[in-house]
């Protein structure tokens, strides 16, 4: 039997890139900084210092001239990778189906996956230089959380919570509507990602006029179920977990009887993604394992891009 052909790297990029879109479209609906990548790895972020202030009638000259004190955020990107897949010479030989491509497809989506929680997790994290050296991170403060307002509603045990949570009510993002606007953030590119039963709950507590304008406002083929008070709302199967004390629970941890579940909502420019490099790496006939190896690797990062955090906001259960 033949070997099989290697993969060109170009084209294994291109099919990540779009599986990676396709299953996580909030990848493309945020601020893309991939092209100022320094050195493979590190994304530095130009923050503009203080606005000039004004004076009516100024009597005063002189006036005093300042220079802005500009800063920088600096966030560097996750290099991700998967464990190696043997795929033995004699399975090669005796399965009627490509399982190579089987193989393959496995590795995608579990970059995919971990690469499209990951990014939500880093959106509501502040990275910043530590004192003597790296990088420290703070959570979205208390202000830019929004608690649910519903009915008591039992939880979905599966996620590991326990009693009950208030439901998501559409006030709530009428809520996080308000709070944008009151921040001056730009009213168009607005986003909600919801967790598929707060979504469900938020559905819930439309009335028929609302869902039917809800409904007819979706555009599936980016991946947006409707619109609602000023925002695109998607659906996903996780989006974002706290601690009852309010510290973000990291993707794959699993969640405490008394953690709540968040959804995210965002302005595109507010927050922001860069991706680096993607590459497969395949060792054809290894004689150590008689047989092919493959594994795989994907730079990827992201952040809140404000300081002040305008423009990011969580709609957390409230027990």
């Known amino acids: 039997m033949a070997q099989n052909p290697k993969v060109p ?3 294994w990029a291109q099919y990540v890139v779009e599986k990676l879109w396709k299953e996580n479209p909030h990848l493309a609906l945020c601020y893309d900084e991939s092209s100022f990548v320094t050195g493979g790895s590190v994304v530095y972020i130009p923050q503009a210092g203080a606005k000039p202030a004004t004076q009516r009638n100024r009597s005063v000259y002189p006036a005093t001239a300042t220079k802005r004190a500009d800063t920088a955020l600096v966030y560097a990107l996750d290099v991700w990778t998967t464990d190696p897949s043997h795929l033995p010479l ?9 399982k190579t491509d089987s193989v393959l497809g496995d590795h995608v989506s ?15 994290r502040a990275f910043k230089p530590a004192v003597g050296g790296g990088v420290t991170a703070d959570n979205l403060p208390a202000s830019k959380k929004i608690a649910t307002s519903g009915a008591d509603t039992a939880v979905n045990s599966v996620d590991g919570q326990t009693g009950t949570r208030k439901a ?6 009428q809520k996080g509507q308000a709070m944008m606007n009151k921040d001056n953030v730009a009213k168009g590119e607005r986003y909600a990602m919801l967790e598929s039963y707060m979504y469900q709950q938020f559905l819930d ?11 007819g406002s979706a555009d599936l083929a980016k991946g947006i ?9 998607l659906d996903r199967s996780s989006v974002l977990a706290f601690t009852s004390a309010g510290v973000a629970v990291a ?13 995210l909502l965002w302005q595109k420019n507010s927050v922001t993604k860069a991706m680096g490099d993607t590459k497969l790496f395949d060792d054809k006939g290894n004689p150590l394992y008689y047989g092919d190896v493959y594994s ?15 423009g990011v906001i969580s709609i957390v259960q409230a027990a």
């Open 9 to 11: 790297q170009e084209f």
């Open 90 to 98: 004699a399975e090669q030989l005796e399965l009627s189906y490509q």
């Open 110 to 124: 579990t970059l995919i996956e971990a690469v499209g929680d990951e990014l939500l997790y880093n959106w509501i």
């Open 168 to 173: 998501f009510h559409y006030r709530d993002l």
């Open 205 to 215: 507590s439309l009335s028929a006029n609302q869902m039917a304008a809800f409904q």
């Open 225 to 233: 179920v409707g619109e609602f008070a000023g925002f695109k709302i």
């Open 251 to 263: 993707p794959g941890e699993a969640l405490g009887a008394t953690d709540n579940l968040g959804c």
């Open 296 to 310: 795989t690797l994907l730079k990827m990062g992201g952040r809140c891009r404000r300081e002040d955090w305008k």
